[in-house]
């Protein structure tokens, strides 16, 4: 079993930053490909961004590439989201998720959530 602990969020305003974190338990963890998802009111999940293991790819959406980085420290057992240059449209419920092998879009392939983080953007 892995457990997932999302930390950050928070109510700030457009245009500042702000860095979640996910703590993980497990020895494997640096094995697991690892992502960020959203989900804002009466919406689906949606994939933010990604990290595969072992120095690999990252993957972002259109909606964040260039705004957001992911990062991982497995030493750690931590990934965590800069968030950059926020907008209004940012605001939702931040999850991670973790899966074995490597990084997709879809929510239903991750085995193991936190509990998420929410993230309120002022306009």
């Known amino acids: 079993q892995v457990q997932l602990v999302e930390s950050g969020g928070g109510l700030v305003q457009a245009g500042v930053s702000l860095r979640l974190s996910c703590a993980a338990s497990?020895?494997?963890?640096?094995?697991?490909?690892l992502g960020w998802f959203r989900q804002a009111p009466g919406k689906e999940r949606e994939f933010v961004t990604g990290v595969n293991c072992c120095g690999g790819t990252t993957y972002y959406a259109n909606s964040v590439k260039g705004r957001f980085t992911i990062s991982r420290d497995d030493a750690k057992n931590t990934v965590y989201l800069q968030m950059n240059s926020l907008k209004h449209e940012d605001t939702a419920v931040y999850y991670c998720?973790?899966?074995?092998?490597?990084?997709?879009?879809?929510?239903?392939?991750?085995?193991?959530w936190g509990q998420g983080t929410r993230v309120t953007v002022s306009s």
């Open positions: 497990g020895r494997t963890f640096s094995t697991y490909a």
């Open positions: 998720g973790a899966r074995p092998g490597v990084v997709t879009t879809r929510p239903t392939d991750y085995e193991y």
